[in-house]
């Protein structure tokens, strides 16, 4: 028996870990890169449990005014994110939101709210002050774009205004200003008081997404749990 | 020695469970979430977090696995898997300390997840050495 014990130790162990592995990778929501292409979950599938109707609706102090968004401002379903350029999975949750702004049009008002997480990421307050920048031109939706969309690229780059000066030039913005802009009072201004909305609100991290006042699971933003959660919302809206 | 080896496979298993996190992480696609404390998703996203088309992490569980199970099969009195311990530990020991420099001079991100997992590699190669010095001892 003692021969065979350790194996059958062995085993156990292993056995425990495929067990937990396989559950986990089941219950796991699979996240929905820019490329993929998940079904949407039917509502009454497990999907329609997305829901933050179970969270708290949160009021925090006002953010920069005027905010920047999307969409018309009495839509039944109003989505305010706070976001870092620089994160990862803000960078996921980009073409994500982009998504869901075509699928829902008029029925989605956005909201996005600079949130650099310095030190953590070393470029994100000079790619937050850069899309403020291009803000006060009436640009902040083009800059905000293409900062995304080139994460990976200028990301990795030690310095990045250049890179940001070249994205003021492509989507149209008078560059002087914008170099004087970037590091002006009233963009700074305008990051701190989105940044203090935030804190207002509990957000620790990004990206960090309300929908009506009510903060959506961090599990539920890929863009197949997240369809069910603003459909959710338009229903008990009755729209 | 037989506490060393039962302190060896309980640190294994801590391992086998951090490794396994990553790599369920890694297959469903998800990345941690941005915090000021945390580089977890610079870290996983990277082209560092997969060798040969596999999951980093999945091999280091597969490592932990195995560190795992020569242990308890040296503790039950196996003395060859005893011996090949050693090497692999300390082989682990040299791919953590790769990746630490990857994360603090390429990345230049730290994940919580990847340093528990040094720690737990580094302690094991504290264990197999001490193995290596008293076993001589002992003889």
């Known amino acids: 028996m003692k021969r065979i014990l350790p194996f059958i ?27 993929g292409n998940h079904p949407p979950s039917a509502p009454g599938s497990p999907g329609s449990q997305a829901s933050p109707a179970d969270q708290p609706v949160v009021n925090g102090v006002p953010g920069a005014e005027p905010a920047h968004t999307h969409g018309p401002e009495n839509a039944p379903v109003k989505l305010e994110e706070f ?12 073409p994500i939101l982009k ?41 902040f ?10 994460q990976k690229e200028w990301s990795k780059q030690f310095d990045v205004r250049p890179i940001f000066e070249g994205y003021a030039k492509e989507i149209g913005l008078d560059v002087d200003r914008f170099k004087k802009d970037v590091d002006s009072d009233a963009v700074a ?45 338009l229903r008990s809206a009755g729209k | ?28 696609g998800q990345t941690v979430r941005c915090t000021i404390l945390s580089g977890c998703s610079e870290v996983l996203s990277s082209e560092y977090a997969v060798v040969a088309g596999m999951p980093l992490a999945a091999v280091g569980a597969a490592a ?35 990746l630490f420099y990857l994360q ?14 040094a720690a737990i590699t580094t302690c094991l190669l504290v264990i197999v050495l001490s193995l290596l010095w008293f076993r001589p001892a002992a003889q």
């Open chain 1, 9 to 35: 130790i062995i085993l156990v162990v292993l056995g425990v870990a495929l067990t937990s592995a396989w559950y986990l990778t089941r219950t796991i929501p699979a996240a929905q890169n820019p490329a």
């Open chain 1, 83 to 94: 976001g870092d350029f620089e994160c990862p999975p803000c960078g996921l949750f980009h």
């Open chain 1, 99 to 139: 998504q869901m702004e075509e699928e829902f049009g008029d029925k989605l008002h956005v909201t996005f709210r600079e949130f650099p997480l310095v030190p953590t990421h070393q470029h994100a307050l000079a790619a937050a002050s850069a899309a403020e920048a291009a803000g006060l031109q009436g640009k």
């Open chain 1, 141 to 150: 939706w083009e800059m905000h774009h293409i900062i995304y969309d080139h």
């Open chain 1, 189 to 233: 201004n305008r990051i701190m008081q989105d940044g203090k909305r935030g804190h207002s609100m509990g957000v620790k991290g990004t990206p960090t997404v309300f929908i009506n006042g009510r903060e959506v699971n961090f599990e539920n933003l890929p863009a197949d749990k997240l369809r069910v959660v603003i459909q959710n919302e």
């Open chain 2, 1 to 28: 020695m037989r506490k060393v080896y039962i302190l060896a496979s309980v640190l294994s298993l801590l391992g086998l469970a951090d490794a396994l996190y990553l790599t369920i992480e890694h297959l469903t």
């Open chain 2, 64 to 98: 932990y696995f195995t560190v795992f199970s020569l242990a308890i099969l040296a503790l039950f009195g196996y003395r060859i898997a005893g011996k090949i311990l050693t090497p692999l530990v300390i082989a682990m020991f040299f791919v953590s300390v790769w």
């Open chain 2, 104 to 117: 603090a001079f390429v990345i230049r991100q730290f994940c919580q997840y990847c340093l528990f997992s």
